[in-house]
C-alpha cells in the first residue's frame, strides 16, 4: 500500500483511530524507582494518581464514549468532556512550566505558537529557563537528515537533564512535537525511552490530554493526520510585545508530492483556513499596532477556502502558464488572489507579504495584483530546485526549466522592481555534471536576490526513495552545493548593486545587532537594511526632529551592499501611503 494511503485511512476514521496511536506503557524509568525511596508528598500523590489512572483506564472507555466520538469525526478534543479515563482536573497544567524549543521552518515557528496558547489556556507556564522547566517540548523538522540528527543530539542532552532531576521535583516530562514525531512515531519511543510524549502537527489540541497521560508515567502519542484541522480559532501567543511582524498561518500540509519530499507524509493534505478568520486574525494584529503580516503555508498560493458551498460555484483553477501538477485539477472555493486581496485592503500601512508558495500557483491576476497593491511587497520567492528539466521531471515539479524561466519573464514584467528568492537541492539522484552545470546557469540567468541551497538528502518513504537512486556521492553533493552557494553570492552581490543610489522604504526593527549606534529594519525585498541611529524629519510634521522606533517607516538611500545586507543613511520617517520608493 503507499504510505500515503495509509495516512489517509488514518484520518478518516478519525477520532477512533487516534485510540490506536494513544500508546500506552509503564516508563521504566519511573516504574523502577521504588515508590518509598524518597517519600515527597509531591511523589507519593504521583504514585496514588498513577495507580489511580490505571485502573481507571483498565476499566476503559465505555460503549457510549467509542459512539460520541465515531459520530463526531475529526472533533477537536474538550476540555469540559474529557476522556473517561481522565478528570477535568488532570487536564490542566496545575502551573507546570513549559519550555518550548523550535526547529526548522517558519511553519514549526507558528506551531509552537499554536500549541503554547493551547498550554496556556490549560494552565501551564511559559518558561525560558530550561532549568526551571517541568515538561519540555521540542518542535521537530524531519526533511534533512541533518535536522533530524540534531534532534536526537539535543534528546541525548536531555536525558541527562531527566536524569539528574531532583526527587523532590516533579518528573520532567519530555515531548516530540511535529514533522519528526509523525515521521519516526514509536521508533522514537522506542529508541529514547526517555521521551513521554509524541504529538504530530495536527494534534496540538491534544497536548494538555497528552501531558495528563505522562503524568501518571505512561507515554503517550498522537500522531493522527486531519483533513481540516487549521487551527482557524487559536490565535498564536505573540511572543515579543515590541515585534514589529507577525506570521499568520493561512493554510497547511501539501498535495504536491515532489518525489524528493517528507512534507506531504508529515504533515498531511493540504486544506486552508477560511477567509474570514484569517481577516479576523489580521485586524486584530492591525489593532496591535504590527505593521507586517506574512502569510503562511506550505504552498500558500495554493490557498483555496471552500469552506462554504457558495464557495464551490467559482471557475476552475488556473494555474501558472507551462505548469501542471501531480494530481486531478481541483474546483472552486476562494483562492490566493481573494485572500490576498482581502488581507491587504485590512490597513494600507501593513505590509503583506506571504511565504512558501509553488511556481505553478501564478496565474496573471495574483502578479496583477501584487503588482497594483502598495502594501503588498514586491518580493516573491520561487522555488526551482533545479535548472535541468531532466532533474525537474525526476523530481515530480510540474515544469520544464523553459516554463520556469518564461514565469521569472512574466513576473519581472507584471512586477517591475521585484526581488526574488528560490530554493535549489544540489545532487538529487541522478543528476549529472551537466545537471548540475544547468542550475549554475540558471542562478546567473535569474540573479536572486536571496537563495536557500541544500545538499540533497534522502527521505524514506518518499518517490525518490523507493523508485530513484541516491547515486551523487556526497562529497560530490557538497562540493556541487559549494558552487551554487558560490554562484549565487556573486549574481545577489550584482543584483544588490542596483540598488545602490536608491532610495528605499525601510520598516524599522530595532537595533544592528551588531552596533548600538545603528538601527535595521527590511526594505520591502525583505532585505536587512542597517542605517546610522540619527534625529530625522517627519513627513507629517516637519517643525519636530524625531528617532526612529521599531515599526516606523523610514526612506533610507542605500550607499552600499553584500550579498544579504543593504547600507545607507536615513532621509525622514514617514508612512507606507505617503512613500513611495525611488532610484
Ligand atoms: N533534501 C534536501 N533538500 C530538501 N528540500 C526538501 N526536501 C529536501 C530533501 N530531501 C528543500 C527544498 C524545499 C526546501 C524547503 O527544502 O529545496 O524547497
Ligand atoms: Fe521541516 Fe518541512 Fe516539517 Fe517545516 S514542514 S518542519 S521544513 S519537514
Not at 497521560?213 to 507515554?219: I, M
Request: charged share 25%; glycine share 4%; aromatic share 6%.
Amino acid at each position: 500500500m503507499h504510505p500515503l494511503q495509509c495516512v489517509l485511512q488514518t484520518q478518516r476514521w478519525g477520532p477512533l483511530a487516534s485510540l490506536s496511536w494513544l500508546l500506552l506503557r509503564t516508563c521504566r524509568a519511573h516504574s523502577s524507582v521504588p515508590s518509598t525511596a524518597c517519600p515527597s508528598l509531591e511523589r507519593q500523590q504521583e504514585d496514588g494518581v498513577r495507580k489511580d489512572f490505571s485502573s481507571r483506564l483498565a476499566s476503559g472507555p465505555t460503549f457510549q464514549h467509542f459512539l460520541r466520538s465515531a459520530s463526531a469525526p475529526q472533533e477537536k478534543p474538550d476540555m469540559e468532556d474529557p476522556p473517561p479515563y481522565l478528570t477535568v482536573d488532570e487536564l490542566l497544567g496545575r502551573q507546570r512550566k513549559v519550555y518550548l524549543e523550535t526547529y526548522g521552518c517558519q511553519m514549526n515557528v507558528n506551531d509552537t505558537e499554536i500549541a503554547w496558547s493551547i498550554l496556556q489556556k490549560s494552565g501551564y507556564l511559559r518558561t525560558r529557563n530550561l532549568q526551571e522547566a517541568d515538561v519540555i517540548l521540542l518542535v521537530t523538522c524531519s526533511i534533512r537528515e541533518k535536522a533530524e540528527q540534531t534532534i536526537w543530539n539535543r534528546l541525548h542532552q536531555l536525558k541527562a537533564l531527566k536524569t539528574k532531576r531532583l526527587r523532590s521535583r516533579v518528573p520532567l516530562r519530555i515531548g516530540i512535537l511535529g514533522c519528526m514525531a509523525e515521521r519516526l512515531k514509536e521508533e522514537i519511543l522506542n529508541r529514547e525511552k526517555m521521551v513521554d510524549i509524541l504529538a504530530g502537527p495536527d494534534a496540538y489540541r491534544d497536548l494538555p490530554r497528552l501531558l495528563a497521560v505522562a503524568e501518571s508515567g505512561q507515554q503517550a502519542a498522537n500522531l493522527l493526520l486531519s483533513l481540516d484541522e487549521t487551527y482557524a480559532d487559536i490565535m498564536p501567543v505573540q511572543t515579543s510585545p515590541s515585534a514589529t511582524s507577525a506570521f499568520v498561518s493561512v493554510m497547511r500540509g501539501c498535495d504536491n508530492m515532489c518525489s524528493y519530499c517528507i512534507v506531504p507524509f508529515t504533515r498531511g493534505r493540504e486544506r486552508s483556513r477560511p477567509v474570514a478568520s484569517i481577516l479576523e486574525e489580521v485586524r486584530k494584529l492591525s489593532e496591535q499596532g504590527l505593521k507586517e503580516v506574512t502569510l503562511l503555508g506550505q504552498n500558500v498560493n495554493s490557498f483555496r477556502d471552500s469552506s462554504e458551498v457558495q464557495f464551490n460555484n467559482a471557475v476552475s483553477t488556473n494555474l501558472s502558464r507551462g505548469f501542471s501538477t501531480n494530481y486531478k485539477p481541483k474546483h472552486g472555493g476562494l483562492r490566493f488572489a481573494h485572500l490576498l486581496d482581502q488581507v491587504s485592503r485590512v490597513d494600507p500601512e501593513m505590509r503583506i507579504r506571504f511565504t512558501s508558495p509553488h511556481p505553478k500557483d501564478f496565474p496573471d491576476e495574483v502578479l496583477q495584483l501584487i503588482h497594483e497593491r502598495d502594501n503588498i511587497c514586491k518580493q516573491i520567492h520561487l522555488p526551482a530546485q533545479s535548472g535541468s528539466s531532466r532533474v525537474l521531471e525526476a523530481m515530480r515539479r510540474g515544469y520544464s526549466r523553459e516554463a520556469y524561466v518564461e514565469l521569472i519573464h512574466r513576473i519581472r514584467e507584471s512586477i517591475p522592481g521585484v526581488s526574488l528568492s528560490s530554493d535549489f537541492i544540489a545532487g538529487f539522484c541522478g543528476e549529472t555534471e551537466d545537471d548540475h552545470l544547468q542550475t549554475v546557469s540558471l542562478l546567473r540567468e535569474v540573479q536572486y536576490n536571496m537563495g536557500f541551497l541544500f545538499a540533497y538528502s534522502m527521505r524514506q518513504k518518499t518517490r525518490a526513495y523507493h523508485r530513484l537512486k541516491d547515486d551523487v556521492p556526497e562529497e560530490v553533493k557538497l562540493r556541487r552545493l559549494e558552487e551554487l552557494i558560490t554562484v549565487f553570492r556573486e549574481e545577489a552581490t550584482k543584483a544588490n548593486m542596483a540598488s545602490v543610489g536608491c532610495t528605499q522604504l525601510v520598516l524599522v526593527e530595532g537595533h544592528s545587532k551588531r552596533s548600538a549606534t545603528d538601527l535595521c529594519g527590511r526594505n520591502d525585498g525583505n532585505l536587512k537594511v542597517i542605517f546610522p541611529d540619527v534625529e530625522m524629519e517627519d513627513v507629517n510634521n516637519s517643525e519636530v526632529k524625531v528617532r526612529a522606533q521599531p515599526g516606523d517607516y523610514v526612506l533610507v538611500k542605500i550607499t552600499s551592499t553584500s550579498s544579504q545586507t543593504l547600507k545607507g543613511h536615513v532621509l525622514c520617517r514617514t508612512t507606507l501611503k505617503d512613500s513611495s520608493a525611488y532610484c
